[in-house]
Nanobody, 112 residues
Framework: EVQLVESGGGLVQPGGSLMLSCAASGFTFSSAGMDWVRQAPGKGPEWISYISGDGRFTHYAVSVKGRFTASRDNAKNTLYLQLNSLKTEDTAMYYC?????RGQGTQVTVSS
């Protein structure tokens, strides 16, 4: 059974930073390309990043490129998303995703 548990969200001022984590289990993590997606209130899901199983390849949405960085520690079965230069429009629930599965999410709120 695929399990994904996100953490690390919180309230941060514009321009601030956060590091999100996603603990994964139930599948061969080191072989799994993983996505981060987010969903703002009243809006549909927005894909924001992909990282390959070995971590060598990453791809980002234009809206976050240059500000967010995906990484992973395959020894710990954990995925990360470093969020820098946060903007109010980054406020959303953030989810890690593997195939059709995602966790419960972690809330990121950017506000002064």
């Amino acid at each position: 059974e695929v399990q994904l548990v996100e953490s690390g969200g919180g309230l941060v001022q514009p321009g601030g930073s956060l590091m999100l984590s996603c603990a994964a289990s139930g599948f061969t993590f080191s072989s799994a390309g993983m996505d981060w997606v987010r969903q703002a209130p009243g809006k549909g899901p927005e894909w924001i990043s992909y990282i390959s199983g070995d971590g060598r390849f990453t791809h980002y949405a234009v809206s976050v490129k240059g500000r967010f960085t995906a990484s992973r520690d395959n020894a710990k079965n954990t995925l990360y998303l470093q969020l820098n230069s946060l903007k109010t429009e980054d406020t959303a629930m953030y989810y890690c995703k593997y195939l059709g599965e995602r966790g419960q999410g972690t809330q990121v709120t950017v506000s002064s």
